[in-house]
């Protein structure tokens, strides 16, 4: 089969997480680095090679009338349950997938590639890389499954994955706190995505992508209308699997984890938030689309979900202090833009738009936000803090990287002709053709992303210029400065390509075409948040510290997160810890082990008291035995009396 070399993607990182996880003490930290590096780049070589050639190649059966078809390349059968409910492993190429396997593939070597330099001469080098090679794996597994069981197993190794990447620090109490929040948080989703995927086999009698997809009104059928709380049991089912999906991609109120996993290194924030992880959410999604638009009340859900997180994560922003935190906050305001995109998607409308623009965005989305977590790297590996407070003025040390930064900024902004105008152009235009409300919405959080990454830009870059001592920021070494080179150019044309004739949906081609309207007025918006940022912090001013002082209780509120932490905090150690929890376990303690205790201890007490009828003594058995003859015959002549 001309697609049967895929597996290789797959085989190539386990292969190296192996080598380096198990063989990389006995390996120089160099020779680890550049070798986990050499086999990122060949397996981006034959990912690029199975995407070109499934987009652009005229296999025998790959083009039916003209639209290219979802392929099953490779297929065995694991684990048999019934006749129908079987569970396969395999590899599954459609549009999204060849997308997903560039996206992934790009961004994962630019982050081996950099940590190089970023990463030279930390402790624990090779374990690190072994991790990305976990991590990559992973993610690549994900996006090829052919069903969604198969999907689910390589979601937790997601999770493992990144369990040990945020926690690399091991000896930080922060990395480690951070590493088990993330854990814990997507455990919980990943259970409702869990009990999602039984209810909707059982109905189903099916795992499989294609069979479930492919005909998605027969398989909603098949529940026979079966409902719960006045809900259909399938829409219960798409609920609680959008669940898992919410916790990997950090929706409200799941969203916690996300900025506390900044402790991690800096490229593993960039591989998190740009190319794995916290997209897996809108790939599950965009997987199971054809399901969810068979359901508009959960698509309901959905868009207020993803249009809620974008104006929570948009307005903590706006605040924030550590630069990896104000990056950490616009991916989960982003991500939630891809999320509203798909949940405006509606049979009765042009149901390219939403599920192209979802997809088109987190194409473009990946560059850029690659291109600013490096960076942020790259200024971080500079001046040694995360804190814009110690940055200033760092555009003439650091002319590359102010430059990328800057072409960043003005993608992730949306002004044209970078890629973020193209692909969330899109967006707002589902957003509109849904309802004026949402398109508005989504529109004015592209204005306050606007605001906000400007705001950093000038701090980071023009502001004041603090006092760096003999210390002189300087520009980062070439092996951290080629992928930020790399990203910026794609992150300046990936905006051009002609997106909805590749990644389509219900094999229609959408051809994309700016609504000038809803363009001109976004172009307008961002421009206004530029110009906002520009005037308080382009030069050292007071203006925003009177603006501080007057909403402060606002300013504080979102500067902590709108308490969300401590809230959770409240929730799970006063309510459920001290009187569910804590009340349980006393009785548990008191009255069950209480009951149970005394019982042991009578018995053992009257068999203490007791042991002396068996010393092994025969003149003492004699003797009972004497005793007991004398208190029957007594006991006999007392009831003849």
């Known amino acids: 089969m001309e697609f049967s070399y895929t597996i290789l ?3 190539i990182p386990v292969v190296m997480f192996l080598l380096l996880g198990i063989g990389g003490k006995w390996m120089s930290k160099q020779f680890a680095g550049v070798l986990g590096t050499l086999a990122m780049g060949v397996t981006t070589i034959i990912a690029y090679s199975i995407a070109l050639t499934y987009f652009f190649g005229t296999t025998q059966g790959q083009i039916v009338d003209g639209v290219r078809q979802q ?11 019934t006749d129908n409910l079987v569970i396969k492993l395999g590899v599954l190429l459609d549009p999204i997938t060849a997308m997903m396997l560039i996206v992934i593939s790009t961004v994962s070597f630019m982050v081996h590639l950099y940590s190089l330099g970023y990463m030279h001469g ?52 922060a990395a480690v706190a951070a590493s088990k929040k993330a854990f814990i948080v997507t455990r919980f989703a990943d259970l409702g995505f869990l009990i999602g995927i039984l209810i909707l086999s059982f109905y189903s009698n099916t795992f499989n992508f294609l069979d479930l997809t492919t005909n998605p009104g027969a398989v909603v059928a098949t529940a026979g209308g079966a409902t719960f709380m006045g809900c259909s049991v399938m829409a219960w089912a798409l609920i609680l699997i959008f669940m898992g999906g919410a916790g990997k991609s950090a929706m409200f109120p799941l969203h916690i984890w996300l900025p506390d996993a900044m402790e991690g290194p800096t490229p593993v924030s960039a591989l998190i938030h740009a190319a794995t992880m916290v997209v897996a959410g809108v790939y599950l999604v965009a997987r199971l689309f054809p399901l969810y638009a068979q359901e508009p009340g959960v698509l309901e859900i959905i868009t207020v979900v993803g249009a809620i997180t974008a104006l929570y994560a948009a307005i903590v922003a706006c605040v924030q202090s550590d630069i990896k935190r104000v990056l950490a906050f616009s991916t989960i305001s982003q991500i939630a833009f891809m999320i509203t995109a798909l949940g405006v998607a509606r049979p009765e409308l042009h149901e390219g738009v939403g ?53 960043g900024c003005l993608a992730i902004a949306g002004i044209p002709p970078f890629a973020g105008f193209f692909s969330k152009d899109e967006i707002l235009v589902a957003a509109f053709e849904n309802s004026p409300l949402w398109g508005t919405w989504l529109t004015v959080v592209a204005g306050m992303t606007a605001f906000y990454m400007f ?27 080629i992928p930020l080179i790399f990203l910026a150019a794609v992150s300046c044309v990936a905006g051009l390509i002609p997106f909805g004739e590749f990644v389509t949906w219900n094999r229609e081609v959408y051809h994309i075409h700016l609504n000038y309207t809803v363009a001109g007025t976004s172009v307008v918006v961002a421009l206004i948040g530029i ?29 902590h997160r709108f308490y969300m932490d401590e809230l959770y905090q409240f929730i799970t150690h006063k309510i459920i810890f001290a009187r569910i929890c804590k009340p349980i376990a006393w009785f548990d303690r008191h009255i069950i082990d209480g009951t149970m205790d005394m019982f042991a201890n009578v018995t053992n007490k009257v068999s203490v008291a007791i042991r002396g009828l068996q010393s092994g003594s025969i003149q003492a058995y004699i003797l009972v035995y004497f005793v007991g003859v004398l208190l029957i015959a007594l006991i006999t002549w007392l009831c003849l009396i």
């Open 9 to 11: 993607v797959l085989i």
């Open 455 to 481: 705001r950093v830009y000038y701090l980071i870059f023009w502001w004041n210029n603090p006092d760096f001592g003999e210390h002189k920021p300087h520009e980062a070494p070439a092996v951290m400065t």
């Open 122 to 173: 930390e402790k624990g080098f090779q374990r690190y890389y072994a991790f990305l090679s976990l991590f990559t794996f992973s993610m690549l597994g994900l996006v090829v499954a052919t069903n969604i069981f198969q999907m689910y197993i390589f979601w937790e190794l997601v999770g493992v994955s990144s369990y040990l990447l945020i926690g690399f620090y091991y000896t930080k109490p």
């Open 71 to 81: 392929l099953q390349v490779l297929d065995f059968t694991w684990l048999q349950f």
């Open 531 to 559: 110009a906002l940022a520009t005037v308080l912090y382009r030069k050292e001013n007071s203006i925003p510290e009177k603006m501080q002082n007057a909403v402060r209780g606002l300013w504080t509120a979102a500067y």
């Open 355 to 407: 599920y192209m623009a979802s997809m088109f965005h987190l194409f473009t989305h990946a560059m850029f936000k690659a291109l600013l977590f490096l960076g942020a790297g790259a200024i971080i590996h500079a001046v040694h803090s995360n804190e814009v407070d110690a940055m200033g003025g760092l555009r003439k040390y650091m002319p590359i990287c102010h430059i990328t930064f800057l072409i």
